[in-house]
């Protein structure tokens, strides 16, 4: 199978690990996309992808529609996207997205976990040459042929396609994400997850102990709730 779509296996499950953070997070998603393009999903295709990810996550729909109808609100805080790159023990590259309203904070926290755990924050565009960004979505396998999915889905952006009895994976670049989710809305299949990642070029091979540093490392960054995705190019 592909890079892209072993190294999402291995992600899968250790990404969103706790409810109520996964729930802080789509729900900060939510805001932004609300904010960005209006709160209906039918002409928000940010929101839609967000509201997909929410269902992925068995987020309840109650709770969808309170983060939509708060984003609307005119005292709603404005959450503002900032990155942070850096390394982690054994020069593994670490990146790091945030959605946050107060800066000062989130820096002094992301600053203080790189300190912590043994690594450096890094400049802006530091590792722009360790990560390249795709977009990734999984529908349900339906029984479809996959040899003539892919064809179909040339045009949309389509670099890479599995599939697994339940599901299909589907790599795009980072550019086709809207092309790829209006592809799939079209051909009626349901989006189980639309994500926009950053995949590492290269890996760094590590020992057993040096594995647990930069994965105790990453989980006090997805703690943080200013926190949305992190990025290793661990192997």
């Given at each position: 199978m592909?890079?892209?779509?072993?190294y999402?296996?291995?992600?899968?499950?250790?990404?969103?690990s706790?409810?109520?953070?996964?729930?802080t997070?789509?729900?900060?998603?939510?805001?932004m996309?609300?904010?960005?393009?209006?709160s209906?999903?039918?002409?928000n295709?940010?929101?839609r992808?967000?509201m997909?990810?929410?269902?992925s996550a068995?987020?309840?729909?109650?709770?969808?529609?309170a983060?939509?109808?708060?984003?609307t609100?005119?005292?709603a805080?404005?959450y503002?996207?900032?990155?942070?790159e850096?390394?982690?023990?054994?020069?593994?590259?670490i990146f790091?997205?945030?959605?946050?309203?107060?800066?000062?904070?989130?820096?002094a926290n992301m600053?203080?976990?790189f300190?912590?755990g043994?690594g450096?924050?890094?400049?802006s565009?530091?590792?722009d040459?360790v990560?390249e960004r795709k977009?990734?979505?999984t529908v349900?396998n339906?029984?479809?042929?996959?040899?003539?999915?892919e064809?179909e889905?040339i045009d949309?952006?389509l670099e890479?396609?599995?599939a697994?009895a339940?599901?299909?994976?589907i790599?795009?670049?980072?550019?086709?994400f809207?092309?790829?989710?209006?592809?799939?809305?079209?051909?009626?299949?349901?989006i189980?997850?639309?994500?926009?990642?950053?995949?590492?070029?290269?890996?760094?091979?590590v020992?057993?102990?040096?594995?647990?540093?930069?994965?105790?490392?990453?989980?006090?960054?997805?703690?943080?709730?200013d926190?949305?995705q992190?990025?290793?190019?661990?192997?």
């Amino acid at each position: 199978m592909g890079r892209a779509f072993e190294y999402r296996k291995a992600r899968k499950m250790a990404r969103w690990s706790a409810m109520s953070t996964t729930f802080t997070k789509i729900g900060k998603e939510i805001s932004m996309s609300v904010k960005a393009g209006g709160s209906d999903p039918n002409t928000n295709s940010r929101l839609r992808a967000a509201m997909q990810n929410a269902r992925s996550a068995n987020m309840p729909k109650a709770n969808v529609e309170a983060a939509i109808k708060k984003a609307t609100d005119k005292d709603a805080s404005n959450y503002e996207e900032v990155n942070y790159e850096g390394y982690g023990p054994n020069g593994v590259a670490i990146f790091i997205e945030t959605a946050t309203d107060n800066t000062t904070r989130t820096v002094a926290n992301m600053r203080t976990i790189f300190n912590k755990g043994g690594g450096s924050i890094g400049t802006s565009g530091s590792l722009d040459f360790v990560f390249e960004r795709k977009a990734n979505f999984t529908v349900k396998n339906t029984g479809i042929n996959v040899e003539e999915l892919e064809l179909e889905l040339i045009d949309a952006g389509l670099e890479e396609i599995e599939a697994d009895a339940e599901e299909i994976f589907i790599v795009t670049r980072f550019a086709d994400f809207g092309a790829m989710q209006k592809a799939l809305e079209g051909k009626g299949f349901e989006i189980l997850s639309a994500e926009k990642v950053r995949t590492p070029l290269s890996t760094v091979e590590v020992t057993p102990e040096q594995r647990e540093a930069i994965d105790k490392m990453v989980e006090k960054f997805e703690e943080d709730d200013d926190v949305q995705q992190v990025f290793t190019n661990m192997a």
